[in-house]
């Protein structure tokens, strides 16, 4: 869809409000309300902003940037907003001499995707985002879930069920291809799937998709939460990952006689992305919270490692069958739904191309279930970061995935990331409390 397309459908549609949408460095949406009457001069010359006020973009010296609409990103909002019939771009942020900002995380994926399609492969991934929904007073009381039910439960009157199904049907008047819908492990636990595609709409769509839960959920006095471990005890959320190469309709990850069906290019890749799990694990799971999902005992994975089928490996290979060759696959299983998706698909995208380029093998893959071991010293594997702050020194050591975020962008998440854990740092926490305060 180009300019002109969409403004006719703007029109068509008879929207009067427009939401132009864009991710700080931690995913965190944002996004700026103009009238419809404001579309067209947002498209030709943009929508400025004050980029020093946006986390990980420009310092107060130099803080004007603007916002472009991308037309292809044309969505009206199916829900009710005050009366007000909406809809939503999602948007590139430019330099005032007109370059690409180079702090922009869609970006720095865009940048990724094209490095790529110059060897004639375009990524598609498919991310499956889990989540809770909470009652709304967790916000300010005992965090607990909405419901006690377990993987894939339902009941005649299951209020989770009534929401998914609401999400799903607005997803698809928003152009998505939901695929499947159902209860996680954890009580209050929740996944939906939709088609895989190209990694750069795929990105568009999982800032979509959050928008759409925590949107469904306020609506019935709940809270959707993407946060990666929110309870002791029971499963986090995760965000596994599908990933695979194609030349036009061709999958590239497929050979009829390969090891799981695995091409050369597939095992390259893979090989790639074992070898920089530790960097990746910064950006795909990137809070204090996420590695305390990554521990063993709770269907995450700890191994830096690969097999078939096998869901305690960093990497799974999904069964082929039925001779559906596109389905041919590697699954990444330690990102999680807190990730800003444009940084997390560029990193995964450049570890694997990194593989490629310099032919790297992979181990051999694991069948046996990863999960016996009860703690990491009892683990004879190499194993993913324990904690964020060995996370960001592996990341600041890879010069591939620091390449990939790009000389502005690459120290500046870092910093942020290490600022955030200072904050975590001196928190008091109930834990210290209940072990320490009558000593």
């Known amino acids: 869809m180009d300019k002109n397309e ?7 549609d008879e929207v009067e409000v427009i939401e132009l949408q864009f991710t700080d460095l931690h995913g965190v949406l944002k996004s700026v309300d103009l009238p419809s009457s404001r579309l067209e001069e947002s498209l030709e010359r943009g929508t400025w902003f004050d980029g020093s006020s946006i986390e990980g973009f420009t310092r107060i010296q130099e803080s004007d940037v603007y916002l472009r609409p991308d037309p292809s990103t044309y969505q009206t909002i199916p829900w009710n907003n005050d009366g007000d ?29 094209e490095r790529a399609e110059k060897r004639g492969y375009t990524f598609n991934v498919g991310p499956e985002l889990e989540f809770f929904l909470l009652p709304k007073e967790a916000a300010t009381a005992l965090v607990v879930p909405h419901d006690t039910a ?13 929401i998914r199904r609401e999400i799903v049907r607005y997803l698809r008047e928003m152009g998505f291809e939901p695929e499947m819908s159902h209860h996680e492990v954890a009580p209050g636990q929740h996944e939906i799937d939709f088609k895989y595609g190209e990694a750069l709409r795929q990105a568009d769509r999982c800032l979509t998709f959050k928008y759409v839960v ?6 019935h006095d709940l809270v959707a939460t993407f946060m990666p471990k929110p309870f002791e005890g029971l499963n986090g959320s995760g965000m596994h990952t599908h990933q695979s190469l ?24 893979i090989a790639g992305q074992l070898k920089h799990a530790g960097a990746m694990a910064a ?3 990137p809070t204090v919270n996420s590695y305390k999902r990554l521990v063993p005992g709770y269907e995450a994975p700890v191994i830096i490692s690969w097999g078939q089928k096998n869901r305690s490996t960093m990497i799974r290979i999904p069964q082929f069958f039925g001779g559906n060759t596109n389905s041919v696959r590697a699954e990444l299983r330690f990102p999680d739904p807190s990730c800003n998706p444009y940084l997390a698909f560029a990193v995964m995208l450049e570890a694997g191309l990194d593989g490629m380029a310099r032919r790297m093998k992979p181990a051999e893959p694991v069948e046996g279930s990863m999960y016996e071991p009860t703690s990491r010293s009892d683990i004879k594997y190499p194993t993913l970061p324990a904690t964020l702050s060995e996370a960001l020194r592996l990341l600041e050591q890879d010069p591939v995935l620091m390449k990939a975020l790009g000389p502005h962008t690459g120290p500046l998440y870092v910093n942020a990331k290490r600022q955030e854990l200072e904050e975590f740092n001196r928190a008091i926490h109930p834990w210290e409390h209940k072990m320490y305060l009558d000593r």
């Open 6 to 12: 969409a403004l006719e459908r703007v029109r068509k």
């Open 85 to 113: 019939k909406s809809a939503r771009f999602i948007c590139d942020i430019f330099n005032p001499d007109g370059t690409h900002f180079e702090g922009d995380p869609r970006h720095i994926l865009r940048r990724a995707v």
């Open 150 to 162: 377990g993987y894939f439960d339902m009941g005649s009157r299951d209020l989770g069920v009534k």
């Open 283 to 285: 950006v795909v799971a």
């Open 214 to 219: 925590k949107s469904v959920a306020q609506d």
């Open 246 to 269: 194609f030349k036009g309709d061709k999958n590239e990850f497929y050979d009829e006689n390969g090891q799981f069906y695995l091409s050369g290019i597939a095992r390259r890749f």
